[in-house]
């Protein structure tokens, strides 16, 4: 599957009772109002500019070659850095990826994020980007940044524009200013280990047509559970029934719903190769109420910025 620009009919709502089985495509899901079908697993790359810049590029090019077009940065990483590097990656196969970069809540204001979405298209050597997102809420009013976005979608910059780490009051005020159906995504902290978002975010994502992108997937570097803690014996026991790794039950965990994504950071192709596998792995209710049993919801709280 290389493609992720495929147009379907208008579905910009996700039913609770539908399972990922009868979304469009167990391996696709339909990315909010763009009516695009994005690849479950997507591919991040924040300390990427950490990383052995040669090894990230052909992780992120093997990453494409089996289909993990949806590819997540933000002019953060690295300052600018990883953006430049997502270029190289992507050069030549501009068409194939589904390419999202962030604005940082200080440059959000209306001028500001016309200018900060100028910077990251010429770093990433493109002429539009297929989501902006605000990275994360500070200060600046949300309506010059929403006012912003709706300008950067007219003239053709971007296709489409969502938030990140928004609690369902942000994205109701969101909404309140852009009117329904305007926000595609919200990007958030989602692993088993934390599902905060499952009390209130994901209903609201769910009930109001938003692509819910799961970041985090493995609690970044360090923060995969260990294979003698509970959960790690769970996830475990869970991957031995399909001959599936442990990362990949996670994966296929977190994206198990029609508005939910996953978009793990990987710098080798050969974490690519095991990510990507999660792809055809459908988890039945057993496995799921294992792991939830494993890794249990907690109380409602503020939302995990991870
Ligand atoms: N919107 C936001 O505020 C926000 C915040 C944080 C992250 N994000 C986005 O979400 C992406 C993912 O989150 P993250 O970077 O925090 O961490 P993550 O994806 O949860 O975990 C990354 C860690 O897992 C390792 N890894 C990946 N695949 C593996 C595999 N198959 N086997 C073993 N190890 C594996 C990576 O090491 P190797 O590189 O060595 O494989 C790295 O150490 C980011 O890169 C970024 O694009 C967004």
Redesign the pocket.
């Known amino acids: 599957m290389r493609s992720i620009a495929t147009h379907v009919a208008p579905t910009p709502r996700y039913p609770r009772a539908m399972s990922a089985t009868n979304a469009r495509s167990a391996h696709t899901r339909i990315f909010g109002r763009t009516h695009l079908a994005v690849p479950t697993i997507g591919q991040?790359?924040?300390?990427m500019d950490k990383?052995d810049r040669a090894s990230c590029v052909a992780a992120l090019r093997a990453g494409l070659d089996l289909g993990l077009t949806h590819v997540?940065?933000a002019e953060i990483y690295g300052n600018g850095r990883v953006e430049e590097l997502v270029a190289d990656a992507i050069d030549g196969r501009r068409d194939e990826v589904f390419l999202v970069s962030?604005v940082k809540p200080t440059n959000a204001g209306r001028f500001g994020t016309m200018e900060a979405c100028e910077r990251s298209l010429k770093r990433l050597r493109t002429d539009r980007l297929d989501c902006y997102l605000l990275?994360?809420r500070e200060s600046v009013p949300l309506t010059e940044t929403i006012e912003a976005f709706e300008a950067l979608e007219k003239s053709g910059k971007i296709r489409s524009w969502g938030v990140?780490?928004f609690d369902v009051v942000d994205l109701e005020e969101a909404q309140n200013i852009a009117g329904p159906g305007r926000i595609a995504c919200n990007?958030v902290y989602y692993?088993p280990g934390d599902r905060s978002i499952e009390h209130a975010v994901l209903p609201w994502c769910e009930r109001n047509g938003v692509a819910l992108v799961g970041?985090?997937?493995?609690?970044?570097?360090g923060g995969f559970p260990k294979p003698e803690s509970v959960g790690g014996k769970a996830l475990a026991a869970v991957a031995a029934r399909y001959g599936a790794s442990a990362?990949q039950v996670v994966l296929a965990f977190v994206s198990r719903k029609p508005c939910l994504l996953a978009?793990?950071?990987?710098?080798?192709a050969e974490?690519v190769r095991?990510?990507v596998g999660a792809m055809s792995l459908l988890l039945d209710a057993d496995d799921l109420a294992a792991i939830e049993r494993a890794f249990p919801l907690g109380a409602p709280g503020a939302l995990p910025?991870?």
């Not at 970041?215 to 570097?221: E, G, K, L, R, Y």
């Not at 978009?263 to 080798?268: C, D, G, L, V």
């Open positions: 991040g790359t924040w300390q990383d997540d940065t962030k990275h994360w990140s780490n990007q692993h970041f985090s997937p493995f609690a970044s570097t990362r978009i793990p950071k990987t710098s080798r974490h095991d990510n910025t991870g």
